[in-house]
């Protein structure tokens, strides 16, 4: 049965559309002929699809993607100009820095769909979703240096994701591409599928976590984005911190025993709790 996307909102940079009875929202970022450059009005429409995406406790998992040929090619330059033309503060972060921190704590999961080229601040942003699906031809890369920048966001959203430092620095200093495939290896992206089972794969796992109660998945989400900026000792006191708020709003041994039948033989994706 094909898929039906529902258009939700559609601004002329951005469209926001639902799938049907899955409980999955998606974000297409609506500026191929700019390959999807991030520019004010491109991000100041995510900021609105949130808001919508929040109000409705039934989507439970979020894909962003790009229309056209690649996922985003960072930071529009002439919006960068506009932003750096007065001089900032410290603690007022620019526009993309403020989505980029409302992705991590955004609570659904955020799914990235990469094809095509993910540079600069796009590549920051997407490092900021929970899980990433690239084509394993795709492009990602920190071109910040050959304008005379160090790639502000996608510096350190790399180093605190775990990566080599020497692997960060490699892509930081000499300014070249690596492939989704590349990206998977060294575990920058979840998961590097062929460009043509691309959307397949991130609809269907999108749909599959969305079938789950959406209690779990986010207090999962925040384990994660939290934790992994604490020390091990801080991160295991928040699990339990964590696990004692997700109590409060549902009970992870009720219908134990059904759970337990349905794992008989292996592991079953099938099994569904009765309150979801």
Not at 85 to 101: N, S
Not at 160 to 177: D, M
Not at 230 to 249: E, F, M, T
């Amino acid at each position: 049965m094909p898929q039906s996307w529902q258009i939700l909102k559609d601004w002329p940079e951005l469209i926001l559309d639902r799938l049907s009875d899955a409980g999955v929202a998606r974000i297409t970022y609506n500026r191929p002929e700019k390959r999807n450059a991030l520019n004010g009005a491109l991000v100041a429409a995510f900021f609105d699809s949130l808001d919508i995406i929040r109000a409705d406790r039934e989507i439970k998992a979020v894909i962003t993607r790009g229309a056209g040929k690649a996922y985003s090619s960072g930071l529009d330059l002439h919006f960068l100009r506009q932003v750096n033309a007065t001089p900032r503060d410290w603690d007022r972060p620019t526009p993309t820095i403020q989505l980029a921190e409302a992705i991590r704590a955004f609570p659904r999961v955020m799914i990235a769909q990469v094809h095509g080229y993910c540079l600069g601040g796009a590549l920051g942003i997407m490092n900021c979703h929970d899980i990433v699906f690239a084509a394993e031809d795709a492009q990602l890369g920190m071109p910040e240096i050959l304008r005379g920048s160090f790639g502000q966001l996608v510096t350190s959203t790399l180093v605190h994701g775990g990566i080599p430092l020497k692997k960060v620095a490699l892509l930081q200093l000499v300014g070249r591409n690596i492939t989704g495939t590349e990206a998977d290896r060294l575990g920058i992206v979840s998961q590097a599928v062929p460009a043509d089972q691309l959307e397949d794969t991130t609809t269907r796992i999108a749909s599959e976590i969305a079938s789950r109660h959406l209690a779990p998945l986010e207090h999962a989400k925040i384990t994660v984005q939290m934790g992994r900026d604490l020390s091990l000792s801080q991160a295991i006191q928040l699990d339990q911190l964590v696990g004692q708020r997700l109590r409060r709003a549902v009970d992870p041994t009720a219908d134990v025993e059904s759970y337990l039948e349905s794992q008989k033989g292996g592991p079953n994706l099938d099994y569904k709790r009765p309150d979801v």
